[in-house]
């Protein structure tokens, strides 16, 4: 059929023609109008994010003043979000400090204070308990993981078990930093390995990545009571964290930059706890690296972590 | 090129220098055709819009109420959107299995249908794109991601390597399936120069991008079941199973709704390619459950969860048998000799092949990844409505615009509708009527 023929076809078609246009115009409008209704619970999500968050660059990307007034802007979301007054800290890294932990697993008992500080002092969702540290209950005599237990209820110590809490690891050739797709996390100059909560796309890649389980993602909104929020926080430590980033222990760098020691350090009773500047060769950890035999977890991956672990 | 449409050599001349008027006519032309068809195409479509609306509403409430609604935890961290990802992925990179025989062969009966991988591939990319964004805690975030305007870690993180390939792969069909449409619809034979060379590439391109995929997990030290060599071959095998697999019904959905010419050799060919690959990819199961099982050790831990449960966990259990019995009985129907006699057979056994690697590359895959957890802790994974729904939606929309472009490529391949010529100065938006229409439904 040739192209005049087409055209020379009568009325009766071309009306067909625009009924047809008409319909799918119809079916048109229908399906846009589905699709917005579909996606509407998007604006429900949207009024809470503002342009400027929405644009704020990463952390290594913004000035002093740039940084300032996102701070500035942090201090007021949490007033707003959580009816609290905090104050939101920036410390730098101390150039000359590289900072270690040790355990000493011959004095843990496993009575979980540790575990419960870290909640309190980073502000975690209190509905799941969340905390950065684990408390493994081990068979003695074994340092197989597969035989042991996060779980237990029982009173500590039990017999014949040890413990073995496990947190960051602050790896020197840290596996969640290579996968992350967007640099949202990386390794300061003191060793602490950070997020940028703001700049996270929350592909949770390196939570695969991580061979300690020490990264925790933010399901949906941390649920903190006001009277519970504790208002001396870092940018890049324990401020309250958005819903959908990554999150993960950061050696307290808000207390521990500052001269003070991580709160789960402070929390624990029986003294299992080291923590220092692996550089100064007076510190107490470098002690404890030179007079007793250390060990790290899972060394076969070559993660090189500044966490190291004793027995007496 | 077989059945060049018809045209007067004056409509050929004036066609190849205004491509700036041709080009949105054809796009046009393309729109067209993809919305116009029978009652049953249309019901077809409704059914497949609606159920990527549920999808898309399900995830805008994900997306506005957190990722708590789905059943991952810090434990199992992906699930099914990832899950369907990998898988559809290798449906992408076995689409490219037309090419092969096609273009490195010369089988000039696979040139009409080789089109039909390269569509495939399009929109199974597409879909993979899809099920990575539905699984970003901060899907605004996205741009943090490209080039330029966000911080792209490439070359160390595996996850931008991926999107690299796949938004390569997807340009590089997008490339091939538009040069080959549109020269047709001007009526010109396409010039091998322009497509040849990209064809080969895609070639490559296909195995680069499963590849990639396989080695985000493999690389990865802390989990022991995805820290395998064999994982990006096996990724390769079963995906050369799942490709041809689907191609096969689509074709022989095209040959009863359709006329676009599909022979009986096309399909033969992509059935012997799936007797090989079906057999490969078995052997390599095999191999890697004799190194886990006969070896043991704590590497065993997640095999064993997946095959025969961990501590009274089981979930995988009945999953991942069913798509070792799937993949079986299907292996033994495809090498039944006389095959090729009973299309019933073909269909049911690609069903129960593509379904098999669904599950074995699918959640086989990525769940017993995480469990036992790196501290061996085992929670276990269960997908949730809103998962389903996000997922079902995703597959739906994949499929919409697969229909959709064969709806369009169909006609403008079998000449059906060409470009006419307009002279240069008529800048009139095309109309219906400025069309050779041989049939009024295409
Ligand atoms: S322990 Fe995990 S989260 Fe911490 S630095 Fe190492 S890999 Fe990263
Ligand atoms: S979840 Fe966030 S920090 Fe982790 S890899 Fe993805 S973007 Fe990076």
């Known amino acids: 059929?040739?192209?005049?023929?087409?055209?020379?076809?009568?009325?009766?078609?071309?009306?067909?023609?625009?009924?047809?246009?008409?319909?799918?115009?119809?079916?048109?409008?229908?399906?846009?109008?589905?699709?917005?209704?579909?996606?509407?619970?998007?604006?429900?999500?949207?009024?809470?994010?503002?342009?400027?968050?929405?644009?704020?660059?990463?952390?290594?990307?913004?000035?002093?003043?740039?940084?300032?007034?996102?701070?500035?802007?942090?201090?007021?979301?949490?007033?707003?979000?959580?009816?609290?007054?905090?104050?939101?800290?920036?410390?730098?890294?101390?150039?000359?400090?590289?900072?270690?932990?040790?355990?000493n697993l011959s004095v843990c008992n496993g009575n979980g204070k540790c575990v419960e500080a870290c909640h309190e002092e980073n502000n975690h969702d209190r509905g799941s308990n969340q905390s950065y540290i684990r408390v493994l209950e081990m068979e003695r005599g074994s340092m197989d993981m597969e035989k042991g237990n996060t779980t237990y209820t029982h009173a500590v110590p039990a017999e014949d078990k040890f413990y073995l809490p496990v947190q960051c690891q602050q790896c020197d050739e840290p596996p969640c930093v290579d996968v992350c797709p967007v640099e949202a996390t990386?390794?300061?100059?003191?060793?602490?390995?950070v997020v940028d909560y703001n700049w996270c796309i929350g592909c949770r890649y390196c939570e695969a990545a991580c061979p300690y389980h020490a990264r925790r993602f933010n399901w949906k909104a941390p649920n903190v009571p006001a009277e519970d929020i504790n208002p001396e926080q870092g940018y890049l430590s324990n401020r309250v964290r958005p819903q959908g980033v990554m999150e993960k222990c950061h050696f307290c760098l808000h207390r521990t930059r500052e001269g003070r020691m991580p709160a789960c350090l402070e929390a624990c009773p029986t003294g299992a706890r080291i923590f220092g500047n692996l550089l100064d060769p007076d510190s107490e950890i470098r002690w404890v690296l030179k007079n007793k035999n250390v060990f790290v977890l899972k060394e076969e991956l070559g993660t090189v972590p500044s966490f190291f672990y004793f027995f007496d | 090129m077989q059945d060049a449409p018809t045209h007067s050599a004056e409509l050929l001349?004036?066609?190849?220098?205004?491509?700036?008027?041709?080009?949105?006519?054809?796009?046009w032309r393309l729109f067209v055709l993809a919305t116009e068809g029978g009652v049953a195409y249309y019901v077809w479509m409704v059914v497949l819009t609606a159920v990527a609306l549920v999808g898309a509403n399900a995830w805008a409430n994900q997306a506005a109420d957190g990722m708590i609604v789905t059943g991952m935890t810090d434990h199992v961290s992906w699930g099914l959107y990832i899950a369907n990802f990998t898988f559809i992925v290798g449906l992408a990179a076995g689409g490219v299995m037309m090419v092969i025989?096609?273009?490195?062969?010369?089988?000039?009966?696979?040139?009409?249908?080789?089109?039909?991988?390269?569509?495939?591939?399009?929109?199974?990319?597409?879909?993979?794109?899809?099920?990575?964004?539905?699984?970003?805690?901060?899907?605004?975030?996205?741009?943090?991601?490209?080039?330029?305007?966000?911080?792209?870690?490439?070359?160390?993180?595996?996850?931008?390597?991926?999107?690299?390939?796949?938004?390569?792969?997807?340009?590089?069909?997008?490339?091939?399936?538009?040069?080959?449409?549109?020269?047709?619809?001007?009526?010109?034979?396409?010039?091998?120069?322009?497509?040849?060379?990209?064809?080969?590439?895609?070639?490559?391109?296909?195995?680069?991008?499963?590849?990639?995929?396989?080695?985000?997990?493999?690389?990865?030290?802390?989990?022991?079941?995805?820290?395998?060599?064999?994982?990006?071959?096996?990724?390769?095998a079963s995906a050369f199973v799942?490709?041809?697999?689907?191609?096969?019904?689509?074709?022989?959905?095209?040959?009863?709704?359709?006329?676009?010419?599909?022979?009986?050799?096309?399909?033969?060919?992509?059935?012997?390619?799936?007797?090989?690959t079906i057999l490969i990819n078995l052997l390599m199961v095999v191999s890697e459950l004799f190194t886990e099982f006969y070896t043991g050790g704590s590497h065993i831990a997640s095999a064993r969860y997946l095959f025969f449960g961990l501590h009274g966990k089981s979930?995988?259990?009945?999953?991942?048998?069913?798509?070792?019995?799937?993949?079986?009985?299907?292996?033994?129907?495809?090498?039944?000799?006389?095959?090729?006699?009973?299309?019933h057979l073909i269909k049911l056994a690609c069903l129960f092949a593509f379904v098999g690697v669904w599950i074995e590359k699918g959640m086989g895959l990525i769940v017993p990844g995480f469990i036992p957890s790196t501290l061996h802790e085992i929670v276990e994974y269960a997908?949730?409505?809103?998962?389903?729904?996000?997922?079902?939606?995703?597959?739906?929309?994949?499929?919409?615009?697969?229909?959709?472009?064969?709806?369009?490529?169909?006609?403008?391949?079998?000449?059906?509708?060409?470009?006419?010529?307009?002279?240069?100065?008529?800048?009139?938006p095309p109309t219906d009527s400025a069309e050779v229409t041989a049939e009024p439904n295409g």
């Open chain 1, 1 to 103: 059929m040739s192209d005049t023929q087409t055209k020379s076809v009568s009325l009766p078609v071309l009306g067909q023609v625009t009924r047809r246009t008409a319909m799918k115009g119809l079916g048109a409008t229908l399906g846009l109008g589905a699709f917005a209704a579909a996606i509407s619970p998007l604006a429900r999500k949207a009024k809470d994010i503002s342009a400027e968050e929405l644009l704020q660059k990463h952390y290594k990307d913004l000035d002093g003043d740039a940084r300032a007034k996102v701070i500035a802007r942090l201090e007021q979301d949490a007033k707003d979000q959580y009816g609290k007054n905090v104050t939101i800290h920036d410390p730098l890294p101390i150039p000359g400090t590289k900072f270690g932990y040790a355990i």
């Open chain 1, 186 to 193: 990386w390794k300061e100059s003191d060793g602490i390995v």
């Open chain 2, 13 to 27: 001349e004036g066609a190849k220098h205004r491509h700036l008027v041709t080009y949105p006519h054809f796009l």
């Open chain 2, 101 to 236: 025989p096609a273009y490195l062969y010369h089988q000039r009966k696979m040139h009409d249908v080789v089109i039909v991988g390269e569509l495939l591939a399009i929109a199974a990319i597409v879909m993979c794109l899809l099920f990575v964004t539905v699984d970003l805690g901060r899907p605004e975030r996205f741009w943090h991601m490209m080039p330029g305007l966000g911080r792209f870690n490439w070359p160390i993180s595996m996850l931008t390597w991926d999107v690299i390939v796949l938004n390569g792969y997807l340009l590089i069909n997008l490339h091939i399936c538009g040069y080959l449409l549109y020269t047709r619809f001007q009526g010109r034979t396409p010039n091998p120069r322009f497509y040849l060379p990209i064809v080969f590439l895609s070639v490559f391109w296909a195995i680069s991008i499963h590849t990639v995929t396989a080695f985000l997990y493999s690389g990865l030290g802390g989990r022991p079941f995805w820290n395998s060599a064999l994982l990006a071959p096996r990724f390769l």
């Open chain 2, 242 to 276: 799942a490709g041809p697999a689907f191609i096969i019904v689509t074709m022989y959905l095209l040959r009863r709704l359709t006329d676009l010419p599909i022979s009986t050799q096309a399909i033969k060919t992509l059935v012997q390619v799936v007797r090989v």
């Open chain 2, 315 to 343: 979930g995988l259990v009945p999953w991942i048998w069913t798509a070792i019995a799937l993949n079986v009985v299907a292996a033994v129907m495809f090498l039944h000799p006389r095959v090729m006699d009973h299309s």
């Open chain 2, 383 to 428: 997908p949730t409505l809103v998962e389903w729904k996000i997922t079902a939606g995703i597959w739906a929309f994949g499929i919409l615009i697969f229909t959709a472009m064969l709806k369009a490529a169909i006609p403008i391949l079998k000449g059906r509708v060409a470009e006419v010529h307009l002279p240069i100065t008529t800048m009139n």
